[in-house]
């Protein structure tokens, strides 16, 4: 992804802030530096919060040595971009980052992260992950370089009091895409000044538009069971499928039809802290398409505290195309902690993920940001099953996710297709052309791995 002027400012001022604290992550032999992604949302603090207890903990078991906390406060796609230009050198190299799954296979390949295999043998911890988390920190070459903090599914949110003005059965399971956007007719002729359906596009979105948005169309246009992006026995990226086409259509759809945001709003980078702050709480979004770990930001002191929020949204899966089986769709990705290949101190770095990942430690994060538990033994926990509405939805989502392909070539993929994404969102192009482009993207940025079909 080529960084914008904004970005490559910011990246310029995050480089000298690190460098300015003496060196980088080699200033002190006995100070660990953890970077993180900080919500742009500044009333939302859940990861902040959680980090500054678990370096306290570490501070105390280990006298002498000291954390400083290193957060990157920016959009997505803008946090990967500085993060990678952070890991290039020895003295802006973190001892310890916060990887994006979608990421850190292409992050492995460039040569910046540590494969982690000495440490996980030791840790009798690591027997309580479950293999699929596991596998989503694996580089090709069967290493595994990052420990997950837990996983994610995809769903409808729906607002019961916009369902109950528009006549809509509050208890609303869609069974195919038609039935979306139906509900979303009705919504924009009976509840005016509501927008009726929210599906994130285009580039400022970054992966919440690929994955929220377009994979949990495309993921429903086959049977299920097979990856409708990647085919893995050619080893090949997949070209010119209808399925491709017709999720396409559906977003086209959305924002021809004006059953979206504006999209001069959708092209908001920050509009997802609108969706959470501000359109579901009032009452102004009927259905949006979007992740399990929205409760984070209505929690007690997220700034957008939100008592009511469970009863009055409701919670749906996203339905196939035309219902075939398995008749639901879901996305799972989720974030891992890594040491950088340049790290100063690896072996403080992987201690501190120890400290994170007790099992108390992490229920209390999968708690607190609301996330779906990646270890065994937290999932079978009540204090964590029953801790919040929704967990139990999202939970149980996992046994028919689906994961992206995120080989090395992804994060371009990605960015194709949010291109496409944008073209037919703003009516710049139709979905014959925007598909088309995708087509000729993905040869390029794959070295024409591709096959048609």
Request: no cysteine.
């Given at each position: 992804m080529r960084p914008t002027a904004t970005a490559l400012a910011a990246l310029t001022l995050a480089a000298t802030a690190l460098t300015a604290c003496g060196n980088g992550s080699g200033s002190s032999p006995n100070t660990i530096k953890v970077s993180f992604k900080q919500s742009t949302d500044n009333s939302i603090k859940v990861m902040d919060t959680y980090l500054a207890g678990i370096k306290k903990q570490f501070e105390k078991k280990y006298p002498g040595k000291k954390v400083e906390l290193v957060p990157i406060k920016a959009p997505?796609?803008?946090?990967?971009?500085?993060?990678q230009q952070m890991l290039r050198s020895p003295r802006t190299a973190p001892d310890l980052v916060y990887e994006d799954t979608f990421l850190i296979n292409s992050d492995i390949t460039s040569g910046y992260l540590k494969p982690l295999d000495p440490y996980l043998a030791k840790w009798p911890d690591w027997r309580q992950f479950i293999d699929t988390a596991k596998s989503a920190a694996k580089g090709e070459d069967g290493k595994t370089y990052g420990v997950p903090d837990g996983t994610d599914t995809r769903g409808l949110w729906f607002d019961r009091r916009v369902f109950r003005k528009a006549g809509l059965p509050t208890d609303w399971q869609p069974k195919t895409w038609d039935d979306v956007l139906s509900a979303a007719r009705t919504i924009k002729q009976k509840v005016p000044g509501v927008t009726p359906l929210n599906v994130y596009t285009g580039k400022p979105a970054g992966e919440r538009a690929t994955m929220q948005g377009f994979e949990m169309l495309l993921y429903g246009t086959g049977d299920g069971t097979s990856d409708p992006l990647y085919d893995?026995?050619?080893?090949?990226?997949?070209?010119?499928?209808?399925?491709?086409?017709?999720?396409?259509?559906?977003?086209?759809?959305?924002?021809?039809?004006?059953?979206?945001?504006?999209?001069?709003?959708?092209?908001?980078?920050?509009?997802?802290?609108?969706?959470?702050?501000?359109?579901?709480?009032?009452?102004?979004?009927?259905?949006?398409?979007?992740?399990?770990?929205?409760?984070?930001?209505?929690?007690?002191?997220?700034?957008?505290?939100?008592?009511?929020?469970?009863?009055?949204?409701?919670?749906?899966?996203m339905p196939t195309q035309h219902g075939q089986a398995p008749g639901k769709v879901s996305m799972s990705g989720g974030?891992?902690?890594?040491?950088?290949?340049?790290a100063a101190h690896p072996d403080l770095a992987f201690d501190f993920i120890r400290t994170m990942q007790t099992k108390d430690n992490a229920r209390k994060w999968y708690i607190a940001n609301s996330g779906i538990a990646v270890r065994k033994d937290v999932a079978s926990d009540p204090a964590y099953a029953t801790a919040q509405p929704g967990i139990k939805f999202f939970t149980d989502l996992v046994a028919s996710t689906h994961y992206r392909p995120a080989y090395p070539a992804y994060p371009k993929v990605s960015t194709a297709v949010q291109d496409a994404m944008e073209g037919v969102s703003t009516g710049d192009q139709s979905v014959e052309k925007a598909a088309g482009g995708y087509d000729a993207t993905l040869k390029d940025v794959t070295g024409d791995q591709v096959i048609q079909k």
């Open positions: 997505d796609s803008e946090y990967y971009t500085k993060l893995s026995g050619s080893k090949k990226w997949i070209a010119g499928s209808q399925g491709f086409k017709d999720s396409l259509k559906f977003v086209e759809t959305v924002y021809k039809e004006k059953l979206g945001p504006d999209v001069s709003d959708a092209l908001d980078p920050n509009f997802a802290t609108t969706v959470n702050g501000e359109l579901l709480p009032q009452g102004r979004l009927g259905i949006d398409l979007d992740g399990s770990w929205l409760p984070q930001a209505w929690l007690p002191g997220s700034g957008h505290e939100w008592k009511g929020w469970a009863g009055q949204l409701g919670l749906a899966y974030w891992t902690w890594a040491v950088p290949a340049k």
